[in-house]
């Protein structure tokens, strides 16, 4: 089993910045990925970024110059840094794990951009 525990979320301005942090514990001994997710009001979840085990990362055109993914794989964190944010970014975050022992997600955390 893998915990998963996001921080982070909050109201913003459009133009603000919000920083998501994840924390990974439990059975965490082999990682192939960890990224963000975000799921707005009667839309699916959508991926928004993700790192590898690797070092390779991979952030959706949507969000492409405006959002950073930073991986620690030593201490099983990822954040990310979420600049020049819009309306649209508006949605509920979650953390996902994908590893040997499976597929986790976190509890999700709000982000609201007002325009």
């Known amino acids: 089993q893998v915990q998963l525990v996001e921080s982070g979320g909050g109201l913003v301005q459009a133009g603000g910045s919000l920083r998501l942090s994840c924390a990974a514990s439990?059975?965490?001994?082999?990682?192939?990925?960890m990224g963000w997710y975000r799921q707005a009001p009667g839309k699916q979840r959508e991926l928004v970024a993700q790192?590898?085990?690797?070092?390779?990362?991979t952030t959706v055109d949507s969000v492409k110059g405006r959002f950073t993914i930073y991986r620690d794989n030593a201490k099983n964190t990822m954040d990310l840094q979420m600049n020049s944010l819009r309306p649209e970014d508006t949605g509920v975050y979650y953390c996902?794990?994908?590893?040997?022992?499976?597929?986790?997600w976190g509890q999700g955390t709000q982000v609201t951009v007002s325009s």
């Open positions: 790192g590898t085990w690797a070092g390779s990362t």
């Open positions: 439990g059975s965490t001994f082999r990682s192939d990925a």
């Open positions: 996902n794990y994908r590893g040997g022992s499976g597929t986790y």
